[in-house]
């Protein structure tokens, strides 16, 4: 049963315009959420975050958005450059666990 | 970047061998973790440890085992390995549980062939 959920598996922009990713969740308990972006051949580095209390969390070109009652969150990529191209991956954990659930991720491909 | 290392990074194996992949921190932090990334599950944590000696499951543990004897290596051992551990496993450390404090961070990966 998959917690995290990304549905769209491939996302294609064009560069200077917004990327939008979006994951859903099921579990009510995650109070912790967070993005990863992955290049290939790399591990996944960690792009920003944002705690249950919040609604936004921004830095710099990324913002991630959270939606508790629609159980939903999405990262917003303004504006987006050809290295932005990447598996990005959302991530959620709840308490004081330190473990992650992944999604499946989605690759962003940005066009100069 | 945080210092991890993982070691092979790339291994080809047969069936029904015993693997052991290596993970080393430079950071000296306190959990460390084990995953495995495959197509269309995005990455799994297959265990986790949270203190020397002190480990626990994560969500694909089966045909897998664990050992931390020092607080910069955590050890990722197939018993027997099989085709189905075809994967690319990464390790992860972080100084805290996952919070606005902290975060994880990824080495850069073992990628396993089980033929």
């Known amino acids: 049963d998959q917690q995290v959920k990304q549905n769209s598996p491939s996302l294609s922009v064009q560069e200077g315009r917004i990327s939008i990713l979006n994951c859903d969740y099921t579990?009510?308990?995650?109070?912790?959420f967070l993005w990863y972006k992955k290049y290939p051949a790399e591990g996944p580095t960690f792009l920003i975050s944002i705690s249950s209390i919040k609604d936004k969390n921004e830095d710099g070109r990324f913002t991630v958005f959270l939606n508790k009652s629609a159980k939903h969150l999405s990262l917003h990529i303004v504006p987006s450059q050809p290295g932005d191209s990447a598996v990005y991956f959302c991530a959620a954990s709840s308490g004081n666990t330190g473990k992650l659930i992944f999604g499946q991720g989605t690759t962003l491909q940005v066009k100069p | 970047d945080a210092g991890i290392t993982q070691s092979p990074r790339h291994k080809v194996t047969e069936t029904g061998t015993p693997v052991t992949l290596r993970c080393h921190q430079t950071?000296?932090?306190?959990?460390m973790y084990w995953y495995r990334q495959d197509p269309g599950h995005g990455l799994r944590l297959i265990h986790y440890s949270y203190g020397v000696k002190d480990t626990d499951k994560g969500e694909v543990s089966d045909g897998y085992s664990v050992s931390r004897s020092k607080t910069e290596d955590f050890l990722l051992t197939l018993e027997s390995a099989t085709s189905s551990q075809t994967s690319v496993y990464f390790c992860a450390i972080s100084a805290s549980p996952a919070s606005e404090a902290d975060t994880q961070y990824f080495g850069p990966g073992t990628r396993l062939t089980v033929l």
């Open positions: 950071e000296n932090h306190r959990y």
């Open positions: 579990n009510s308990m995650f109070d912790y």
